[in-house]
């Protein structure tokens, strides 16, 4: 987990306002991370196709004012992850119809699909949780927002077995 996430990855109280923005948003500061030496010009159009792709499949939406937007791609070799909290929260197209103001990013190695689909469990089950909700948007700056999220152990293990 300590991976996923990464200070210059975060924005912490956004404005943002529309999820056309937010999606760049997060694709902005995942690009920024990724090895220049990785990079080539089509890579910053690639990970904004990945994230809306995803979108045009369904929204990532998640309820609560959440949403997960990912994607798979084949130029990384580590999942990456983004965070952007808002100021105000917007229209995500979520199954509940609430709008949205904390959005996690995630970028996903193509080959990954197990591992994929755990850190998605892992974010839905911490985000389910109204305390966590709750300290994200409480939070003012990015560093705290950072703090929160290394709380989560992802990849969780198959085998792993949590009590409430």
Do not use: Y
């Not at 300590?2 to 999606?23: G, V």
């Amino acid at each position: 987990m300590t991976d996923l996430f990464d200070i210059s990855r975060i924005s912490c109280r956004a404005s943002l306002s529309s999820k056309k923005k937010c999606l760049q948003s997060l694709s902005d500061l995942i690009e920024d991370s990724i090895d220049e030496n990785e990079l080539d010009e089509s890579v910053d159009m690639e990970v904004i196709d990945a994230l809306t792709a995803r979108e045009r499949l369904g929204c990532t939406g998640l309820g609560f004012g959440v949403a997960i937007p990912h994607g798979r791609v084949e130029f990384i070799d580590k999942p990456i992850g983004a965070a952007v909290t808002l100021e105000q929260a917007v229209e995500f197209d979520a199954a509940d119809g609430e709008p949205v103001d904390i959005i996690i990013g995630l970028l996903i190695p193509e080959h990954e699909v197990d591992g994929h689909l755990r850190i998605l469990a892992d974010l839905a089950k911490f985000f389910n949780e109204a305390t966590n909700r709750h300290a994200m948007r409480k939070a003012q700056s990015a560093r705290e927002i950072l703090d929160l999220l290394q709380t989560l152990e992802l990849p969780a293990s198959p085998d792993s077995k949590t009590t409430d």
